[in-house]
């Protein structure tokens, strides 16, 4: 049986300048007739909000990257370098391009797991288990290796541009949106009753997202009020920005 096709944001990377880009990662499940498991089927029909897609699909693993996409060798991704003149140490273009080379040829295929046991119930998708990583503190995850900035100066060859794999076409398209944009909202959730219905709660910032039926992180509703059990009516400040 082949390894799932299924593609996911995996790593934190930065520009030299510490504007943040992301390696690929490939759904380590095992594909069922098609060339996606169950769950990534399922995640694919889900609209891609490229403000979450930290947790999204991303399409099949050697297809093209979604425009709004940031991982390694996205349309946003080559439009920085190529445009932007955007750097990258070379050590962090090194860990992008492995990973792209290992989704590609699926070298995270799991040996022994339990779903490789004959079972007649389907492997059972995890009822509460988030899209997005529960209460990971996004300030207290542990920095990926980064170029130091003030190497830079004592640096100067410019890193090579990155060569995109040839299984893996991009379509560089004129920007027809601005790229600011794209800013990726990183957000850690936990499920919560308000007022008798099931909501992702951000404790952090009091915020309150819409619990979708696939248990994915639905658009923001407002700021919880705690004093009144319910949700008040407040605009996203992460959008006014
Ligand atoms: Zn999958």
């Given at each position: 049986m082949a390894q799932c096709k299924g593609r996911y944001a995996d790593q934190e990377l930065t520009f030299t300048n510490g504007r943040e880009f992301y390696t690929e990662k490939r759904c380590s499940r095992k594909a069922l007739d098609g060339e996606l498991c169950k769950r990534c089927e399922k995640n694919e029909k889900?609209?891609?909000d490229p403000r979450h897609q930290l947790e999204q699909f991303q399409g099949k693993v050697g297809e093209e990257y979604f425009k709004k996409s940031v991982l390694y060798g996205s349309p946003w991704f080559l439009k920085k370098v190529e445009r932007d003149n955007y750097e990258i140490a070379k050590d962090v273009l090194a860990i992008a391009k492995q990973a792209q080379r290992d989704a590609i040829y699926g070298t995270q295929m799991p040996?022994?797991?339990?779903?490789?046991?004959?079972?007649?119930?389907?492997a059972p998708v995890p009822e509460v288990k988030p899209e997005v990583k529960p209460e990971v503190n996004p300030e207290v995850k542990p920095k990926k290796p980064r170029a130091p900035r003030k190497k830079k100066e004592e640096t100067p060859t410019p890193p090579p541009p990155p060569a995109?794999?040839?299984?893996?076409?991009?379509?560089?398209?004129?920007?027809?949106?601005?790229?600011e944009a794209l800013e990726v909202i990183?957000?850690?959730v936990t499920l919560k009753t308000i007022n008798g219905k099931q909501v992702w709660y951000d404790s952090k910032k009091s915020k309150v997202y819409?619990?979708?039926k696939d248990k994915s992180v639905g658009k923001y509703l407002g700021r919880f009020d705690s004093a009144e059990d319910k949700i008040a009516d407040f605009p996203d400040s992460d959008v006014d920005v």
């Open positions: 889900i609209p891609f040996r022994k797991k339990k779903e490789e046991t004959p079972a007649a119930a389907p995109p794999e040839p299984t893996a076409p991009i379509a560089v398209e004129s920007a027809e949106e601005p790229l990183k957000i850690s819409e619990l979708k």
